[in-house]
């Protein structure tokens, strides 16, 4: 089938989302989002996740239906995200994709959501190419996967040893009081300050580890290095600048993600990018990329910002490549998988 209609459900984190894709056309993209609810406690609580998905779980699949005028009964097949994620959200999108499947009779597939956030890329930008390097970063990612065929054959090349990039910025945002998710306010941060200013170190870019770990990454030094800076400053009684540090932290991540994301497209003879994930809305990131496969005579993507966090039409839009590629659908009788392989794009 080349243009089919996927419904995609999305509900691997806080966001509840149901997309409506055909062929490589978004018909419309509905989120809900618990996020509000965790500031106080400065994390996502699973427990009001799971229960808040239950509760926007049928307005959001209505109001999408209402806004693309189809019905469930024109819908060739539907998507839900089996994974990674926590398995109280995933079970309440998994439970209700079933029902919907058997229900109505449709194939039904159990897909890996982070694959999701590069296939979203194909409904601002056009079909993705056959082959190229995927850069996924979000709160639980930071890899880089080579992609032989979206719908069939990827191999994890890299990815992190310990924190994920959106999670490191998330812990230097608790480290200087930022508001929860401290991601987007230390990107903002770094926006004013001096690059130059303070230069942490990078993790895994020298000696043998830069050969061991060519395409990997380690964090969790870094934010031991800005911790320690603002320690150090804080007992000498000097003000902290918070804007430097967020700029010369931002600068030490980026560089690291760019450059071996670069060199693993020359290195497999990939002329295109593609990135993905939460922290691909990060704006150093967008710009360092940018420059840097130009100057390597590579293609970048990125999805708009709309598209980075976890959404319904990524989980739609990869459906839609298993469908065209004629994939087989999942067994009703697949679990959530919390922590899904980036090999495995759909299950069996
Ligand atoms: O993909 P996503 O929505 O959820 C996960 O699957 O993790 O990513 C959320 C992560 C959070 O860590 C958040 O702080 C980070 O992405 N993030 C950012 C920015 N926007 C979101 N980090 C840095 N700069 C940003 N502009
Ligand atoms: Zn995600």
């Known amino acids: ?5 996927v419904l995609g459900i999305e509900s691997t984190c806080d966001e509840t989302g149901i997309g409506l894709v055909r062929g ?14 965790y500031a106080r406690y400065g994390g996502i609580i699973p427990e009001i996740a799971s229960r808040a998905h239950l509760e926007s779980f049928l307005p959001v699949l209505e109001s999408a ?9 024109d819908v060739d097949a539907i998507a839900v995200a089996a994974g990674p994620g926590l398995i109280g959200s995933l079970t309440v999108g998994i439970s209700a994709a079933k029902a919907l499947a058997s229900s109505l009779g449709k194939p039904l597939y159990g897909v890996n959501h982070v694959i999701g956030h590069l296939a979203v890329d194909k409904l601002a930008e056009g079909p993705l190419p056959e082959r190229f390097i995927g850069l996924v970063v979000s709160g639980g990612h930071s890899n880089i996967l080579l992609v032989n065929d979206i719908a069939r054959d990827i191999e994890e090349l890299g990815g992190t040893l310990d924190d994920a990039a959106g999670e490191a910025f998330d812990k230097v ?9 401290g991601g987007p306010h230390v990107d903002r941060l770094s926006q ?35 911790a320690r800076y603002i320690e150090g400053a804080r007992q000498r009684g000097e003000s902290v600048n918070a804007e430097d540090i967020c700029a010369g932290f931002s600068e030490s991540i980026n560089d690291s993600l760019t450059a071996k994301t670069v060199r693993a497209a020359l290195d497999t003879g990939c002329d295109t990018i593609v990135v993905g994930g939460g ?28 598209f980075c ?20 659908p999942s067994s009703y009788t697949f679990s959530p998988d919390s922590g899904m392989s980036l090999m ?3 299950v069996g």
Do not use: C, W
Not at 217 to 222: A, E, I, P, R, T
């Open 192 to 226: 004013a300050g001096d690059r130059e200013a303070i230069r942490f170190p990078r993790g895994l870019a020298a000696g043998k580890d830069k050969e061991l770990h060519k395409y990997d990454f380690s964090f969790s030094g870094l934010k031991t290095a800005v």
């Open 173 to 181: 945002g608790r480290l200087l009081d930022l508001p929860y998710p």
């Open 1 to 5: 089938m080349s243009n089919p209609l």
């Open 24 to 37: 490589n056309e978004l018909l419309v993209d509905r989120t809900a989002t618990s996020m509000d609810q």
């Open 309 to 328: 966090t976890d959404n319904g039409a990524q989980i739609a839009a990869i459906g839609s490549e298993l469908v065209r590629a004629g994939v087989s």
């Open 344 to 346: 495995q794009i759909s």
């Open 65 to 73: 239906l209402d806004e693309a005028q189809v019905t469930l009964d």
């Open 279 to 306: 922290f691909s809305a990060n704006s150093r990131l967008r710009q360092l990329i940018t420059e840097r496969a130009a100057a390597a005579g590579l293609t970048v993507r990125m999805p708009p910002l709309r």
